[in-house]
Every structure is written in C-alpha cells, then in structure tokens.
C-alpha cells in the first residue's frame, strides 16, 4: 500500500509505504505523483518529499531499478526526496542504489524534514 498525502503547512509531499508493492501500485503511485508535481510545479511551490519506507518490504532488485527509473523521470534538480528507512542496513542500501541523484536516506524524521526544508544542507553520506 502506498499513500501520498500534502503537509498544509510546509507544502512536504508525505508519502507512506506498508508492505511490499507490487509494480502496479508503484505505477499508480508515480501517475498520482506526477499529478501533485506538476500542480507544485505550476505555482512554483519548491519539490519536496517525505518518503516514509519504515514499514515497507525491501523489494526485488528489479521493482528497485524500475522505481529508480521512475524516480529520476519525475524529479528535476534542486527537488529534495527524503526516504526515512527502518534500519541502518536499508539506508545504506538506498544509498548504493540512488547513487549521486538529489535523495537522501534518514533513520530519523525529524533530520529528514530539516533536510528537505534547509536548501544549504548537504544530503548526509553515511
């Protein structure tokens, strides 16, 4: 299951992840995505997800390059994805796969939405 969902207050794009998607789901998911972007987009509302994946299966290597696919299709630069992972190990994993695209992973919320509201932060290396 996946929901998306707009923080009324700092325009954050919530979006939580339980169990494990299928490729139909994600492709719903990225649509609907679209969707809430290009409306962002149109009145230059800054590019910012949350991406709660704490509760989430880790998925087959090949839904991680589709969705890797997807991903890099739908942000532009200077837009900031925060992916808040359950353990360690799945950080440094979402690391390895997003390489040097704009995301960041997060074991913590509250350092992910510093991250996605201050532009001068770096996204975190380990």
């Avoid at 494990?20 to 590019?47: C, Q, S, W």
């Avoid at 991406?51 to 589709?66: G, K, Y």
Wanted: hydrophobic share 45%; proline share 6%; glycine share 4%.
């Amino acid at each position: 299951m996946i929901e998306r969902s707009i923080d009324p207050v700092d325009n954050i794009i919530q979006v939580v992840s339980i169990g494990a998607a299928t490729r139909a789901e994600i492709d719903a998911h990225y649509a609907a995505m679209r969707g809430l972007i290009a409306t962002m987009r149109a009145e230059e509302k800054p590019i910012r997800v949350l991406s709660d994946q704490t509760n989430a299966t880790r998925l087959p290597e090949e839904l991680n390059q589709h969705i890797k696919a997807l991903m890099e299709s739908l942000y532009q630069p200077g837009d900031r994805v925060a992916l808040l992972m359950a353990t360690n190990d799945d950080k440094m994993y979402v690391r390895s796969v997003l390489g040097t695209a704009e995301y960041a992973a997060f074991d913590s919320r509250i350092a992910a939405e510093m991250w996605l509201m201050e532009p001068a932060l770096k996204p975190p290396s380990s």
